[in-house]
T-cell receptor, first 116, second 116 residues
Framework: EAGVAQSPRYKIIEKRQSVAFWCNPI?????LYWYQQILGQGPKLLIQ????????DSQLPKDRFSAERLKGVDSTLKIQPAKLEDSAVYLC??????????????FGPGTRLLVL | GENVEQHPSTLSVQEGDSAVIKCTYS??????FPWYKQELGKGPQLIID?????GEKKDQRIAVTLNKTAKHFSLHITETQPEDSAVYFC???????????????FGAGTTVTVRA
């Protein structure tokens, strides 16, 4: 089966500009996650969706970050305006709904963001 | 929230030797412990996981052990090969039937280098 798709793979912007990332999860996966991975660290959860509803966005810097999953499939993550400290890899992951008892998260290749 | 600590941060082993990575977690309610392997430029890939009702799990050259009392778990790789060189992350979460929350807390990662 096809894996989690993300685009773009790389993005370079200047601080105070805006940027958007796109994620297409594995077909049939109801749960979608966005993680931020700063160089040399483990991924940190930003937001979790169950279908098109937000389950957890407690770690999302809402003054500048926003995310949506309007039709319960694809998702976009936006940063506006970007700061230097937003330079990181943004990972999207998906998993089956918890009612299937499979919480395994499958990750996409990530989008590498550099803010200058 | 859950806090996961991982040691060592770097590990160099001779091909054919064993590698051991250790993690501790803080939340005694955590019951799901996956291990991910991340190669350069790629997203994390699940290699093995263990649930709290099991003390040990093995899959070919990879094994994971869990000590719930001490709140630590370890990854063991035997007969290491050059292709085992990567960054390995441990993670912990609390999964409950009916709870829409499987967010993973990751360790900081271990860079494993297998010397030929």
């Amino acid at each position: 089966e096809a894996g989690v798709a993300q685009s773009p793979r790389y993005k370079i912007i200047e601080k105070r500009q805006s940027v958007a990332f796109w994620c297409n999860p594995i077909s049939g996966h109801a749960t979608l996650y966005w993680y931020q991975q700063i160089l040399g660290q483990g991924p940190k959860l930003l937001i979790q969706f169950q279908n098109n509803g937000v389950v957890d966005d407690s770690q999302l810097p809402k003054d500048r970050f926003s995310a949506e999953r309007l039709k319960g499939v694809d998702s976009t993550l936006k940063i506006q305006p970007a700061k230097l400290e937003d330079s990181a890899v943004y990972l999207c992951a998906s998993s089956f709904a918890m009612t299937d008892g499979d919480e395994t998260q499958y990750f996409g290749p990530g989008t590498r963001l550099l803010v200058l | 929230g859950e806090n996961v600590e991982q040691h060592p941060s770097t590990l160099s082993v001779q091909e054919g030797d064993s590698a051991v990575i250790k993690c501790t977690y803080s939340d005694s309610a955590s019951n799901y412990f996956p291990w991910y392997k991340q190669e350069l430029g790629k997203g994390p890939q699940l290699i093995i996981d263990i649930r709290s009702n099991v003390g040990e799990k093995k899959d070919q050259r990879i094994a994971v052990t869990l000590n719930k009392t001490a709140k630590h778990f370890s990854l063991h790789i035997t007969e290491t090969q050059p292709e085992d060189s990567a960054v390995y992350f441990c993670a912990a979460s609390m999964s409950l039937p009916g709870l829409d929350d499987y967010k993973l807390s990751f360790g900081a990662g271990t860079t494993v280098t297998v010397r030929a």
